[in-house]
């Protein structure tokens, strides 16, 4: 089991490029509010270009990988940026991001199977200047 090089990959810009660490029928499980279910290359490339494309100079930061002798990877992450899109309940603000994350991959070889998202989304908010 190869760890896929989620940052590099997210750092590409290209929600293409994310899909493709994805087997095809993978899945990508947003536990966050709102909380998002996304299946197949399609839905989680869409979804990624979208938020690529309201932070269009993003980066993410990977902090730790571990491998489990499960086939589970988790990868501790850092979402960066300047958020100058909108967004369904996200007005562009030119605030900067700084999302802390956690993703929890069950993998199929070299490809996520199925990943879980964790991240606080009061956090995100308040960075955006909508809470406190």
């Excluded at 300047?82 to 802390?100: C, F, I, M």
Aim: hydrophobic content about 40%; charged content about 20%.
């Amino acid at each position: 089991m190869a760890v896929p090089d989620i940052g590099g990959t997210w750092s590409s810009r290209s929600g293409a490029n994310v899909a493709g660490m994805y087997t095809a029928n993978g899945v990508r499980h947003q536990i966050a509010l709102p909380e998002v279910r996304l299946e197949g290359h399609d839905a989680i490339a869409g979804a990624a270009q979208g938020l690529i494309d309201v932070v269009p100079d993003e980066v993410v930061e990977i902090r730790k990988v571990s491998e489990g002798s499960n086939g589970t990877v988790t990868v501790e992450w850092v979402f960066k940026g300047t958020h100058t899109g909108d967004a369904p309940g996200w007005p562009a603000k030119n605030e900067a991001v700084n999302l802390v994350g956690v993703s929890v991959c069950d993998m199929e070889g070299n490809l996520i199977k199925e990943e879980r998202v964790y991240w606080d989304t009061a956090t995100l908010l308040a960075g955006a200047g909508l809470l406190g």
